[in-house]
């Protein structure tokens, strides 16, 4: 069985990781004045209980944790998991089955709360608890208070231990296994979705636990996944990998050019390229995201590119959670204006999309150090776009 790790070396403490993200969700929770929060977003509930769930849409509803403010967290899940839970998760104290029925749902999630005496208690959801759920909770416990649990979790992961820095970077390297082998079998001849093909086939085999998306392997500026579309000589081709590594991701993208390319897509290429420079010289402790825009959209109009640029989204924080993207946000529709700060991780990816030309975003993580910041990312960029 792979994945033991060595007895030469301690590269990941994984009950203090899980511990210490508890803690911050806790004294979160304290801020907040919440008594316990009830998440069921994907990242979240891998956050609160390293679960890996059944990655498929169907399921997505299908598991939910909840944690009060002295804990432990319990873990509903997904009947076909129950098992594993028990048997290999003795860090999960409290788990149950979650029906498939949504009125049993609720029964589950009132008789939880009833145990914890949270009857007139407040309690935090994130956004992918369903209304009737929510609905269920008051009308069993009138004096129960809901709030929006969003803000507390996403400021309690914002900020990344140690630990979760090793696994951070591990799952980077992941998604470089991707992309060089969605590079070695770019070419003439070849569809977008036998490199996409590929791509996931190595991250796989090099021990990917999900997918975050469909992998995006396209020519095209509008189009956002790998087609049956052929790839031709003079082609841009933007190879965008999102992959997770024991619930962390690892994102990065690169495009490249099939044969030659043109002046002006070595042009729009320089611009990309500088803007994602600038993002990176400014993206440090003690700016705040608006500083990295605007030193994007320096660099954009200096070029006259300002059409090209899909300003909406420059950059997001990287942790369990890919989509909705972590703290900080950084764009036009980002999100708040927000504080850099040290032991962030954050993916920049300023894009720039011009039809008659072509596609051009590169995409590098950087971690947040006290002193500038760290890339995480190394493939090199397409010397012949430079």
């Not at 290999?88 to 709360?113: G, H, K, L, N």
Request: charge should be negative; aromatic fraction near 6%.
């Amino acid at each position: 069985m792979t994945g033991l790790g060595v007895d030469w070396e301690q590269r990941v403490d994984w009950d203090e990781l899980r511990r210490s993200r508890t803690a911050r969700v806790q004294n979160a929770m304290a801020d907040a004045g919440l008594d316990a929060v009830l998440v069921q977003r994907f990242g979240n509930v891998r956050y609160l209980t390293s679960a890996r769930m059944f990655p498929s849409v169907t399921y997505v509803s299908r598991y939910a944790a909840l944690l009060t403010r002295e804990g432990p967290c319990w873990f509903f899940c997904e009947p076909g998991d129950l098992a594993h839970t028990r048997e290999f998760m003795p860090w999960i104290q409290e788990v149950r089955p979650w029906p498939y029925q949504q009125d049993t749902c609720v029964a589950s999630i009132v008789d939880a709360i009833s145990e914890l005496d949270l009857k007139a208690g407040s309690i935090g959801l994130d956004d992918a608890v369903a209304h009737d759920l929510a609905a269920g909770l008051l009308s069993n416990f009138p004096e129960l208070t809901l709030a929006d649990a969003a803000e507390t979790m996403s400021s309690a992961k914002q900020i990344k231990s140690k630990d979760e820095v090793s696994v951070i970077k591990a799952a980077a390297e992941l998604a470089e296994v991707g992309m060089y082998a969605a590079l070695s079998v770019a070419g003439a001849g070849r569809t977008e979705a036998e490199v996409a093909a590929e791509m996931t086939k190595a991250m796989i085999v090099a021990g990917a636990d999900n997918l975050i998306a469909f992998p995006q392997v396209s020519t095209s500026p509008f189009r956002r996944m790998a087609s049956d579309k052929r790839l031709r000589s003079g082609e841009l081709l933007l190879i965008d990998v999102n992959v997770s590594f024991c619930g962390y991701v690892g994102d990065m993208a690169r495009t490249t050019i099939i044969g030659s390319p043109s002046p002006e897509q070595v042009s729009l290429a320089r611009a990309q390229l500088e803007a994602l420079d600038a993002a990176k010289n400014v993206c440090n402790a003690g700016a705040r995201t608006s500083d990295v825009q605007t030193a994007v959209a320096r660099v954009i109009a200096a070029h006259g590119l300002e059409n090209a640029w899909h300003d909406y989204l420059t950059g997001h924080g990287i942790g369990t959670d890919d989509i909705p993207f972590e703290w900080p946000l950084i764009g036009s529709e980002g999100g708040f204006d927000r504080e850099i700060t040290q032991g962030m991780v954050v993916a920049l990816e300023p894009g720039l999309f011009l039809p008659g030309v072509g596609v051009v975003r590169n995409e590098d993580m950087v971690l947040v150090g006290p002193e500038g910041n760290d890339v995480l990312t190394t493939v090199p960029f397409d010397e012949r776009l430079m």
